[in-house]
């Protein structure tokens, strides 16, 4: 059975740094496509950052060069560090994962999902 479980969301001034955890279970954290989304109030759910199976990286255009997403294939655990935050950042945070070890854009095409994390960006 597949689990993913965020952790790290809160309040943070504008300009501050978070790191948000995603606790895995029930496949094998290496082989498989990783995504981070986010969803602000009125907005929808958007695709912050993916790592295909190979490491390799995309990041939306509104945080590129302020997070950065990884994964400790030891520990089943995925990240997005997240500095220089902005109010425009406050969203819930999911993570997500599909099977196919791959990015992809759409919600519908991850088919396991946290339960999200909420983050505030406010002074």
């Known amino acids: 059975q597949v689990q993913l479980v965020e952790s790290g969301g809160g309040l943070v001034q504008p300009g501050g740094s978070l790191r948000l955890s995603c606790a895995t279970s029930?496949?094998?954290?290496?082989?498989?496509?990783i995504a981070w989304f986010r969803q602000a109030p009125g907005k929808e759910r958007e695709r912050v950052s993916c790592m295909r199976s190979d490491g390799s990286t995309l990041y939306a255009d509104s945080v590129k060069g302020r997070f950065t997403i990884s994964r400790d294939n030891g520990k089943n655990t995925m990240y997005l560090q997240m500095n220089s935050l902005r109010p425009e950042d406050t969203a819930v945070y999911y993570c997500?994962?599909?099977?196919?070890?791959?990015?992809?854009?759409?919600?519908?095409?991850?088919?396991?999902w946290g339960q999200g994390t909420q983050v505030t960006v406010s002074s």
């Open positions: 997500a994962t599909n099977g196919a070890g791959l990015c992809f854009g759409t919600v519908r095409q991850y088919p396991y």
């Open positions: 029930g496949f094998t954290l290496a082989y498989a496509g």
